[in-house]
């Protein structure tokens, strides 16, 4: 069980580069997946990018891939969120979150909401031109 934060979040223009962390706080961070799903307004909350516990395997939703990187500190117990060249189709909520690295093959459901225990409040990401 990890408790999740938040941060980073703001309004900036096309093209920009912003950088997400997720500071989580509880036992074991690092047996954890770590996950950032994002929700626009009037949509569904949709998987962005994920990392697993080891570091080792990093996985990305096609829209965002070549442009965000998800990576992790174990030591700050932190997973961020790097995202360059933002389009105003990235303006969303984004939640990072976190589940046990038991629970499931990771490699099959990273993408799925219900792999992950834990969830952040989120933090607004607004694009502009």
């Known amino acids: 069980q990890v408790q999740l934060v938040e941060s980073g979040g703001g309004l900036v223009q096309v093209g920009d580069s912003l950088r997400l962390s997720c500071a989580a706080s509880g036992s074991t961070f690092s047996t954890y997946n770590m996950a950032w799903f994002r929700q626009a307004p009037g949509k569904e909350r949709d998987f962005v990018a994920a990392?697993?516990?080891?570091?080792?395997?990093?996985y990305y939703a096609d829209s965002v891939k070549g442009r965000f990187t998800i990576s992790r500190d174990n030591a700050k117990n932190t997973v961020y969120l790097q995202m360059n060249s933002l389009r105003l189709e990235d303006t969303a909520v984004y939640y990072c979150?976190?589940?046990?690295?038991?629970?499931?093959?990771?490699?099959?459901?990273?993408?799925?909401?219900?792999?992950?225990?834990?969830w952040g409040q989120g933090t607004q990401v607004t694009v502009s031109s």
């Open positions: 979150a976190a589940g046990p690295f038991a629970k499931a093959s990771f490699s099959r459901n990273y993408y799925l909401q219900s792999t992950y225990d834990s």
């Open positions: 990392i697993k516990w080891s570091g080792g395997s990093t």
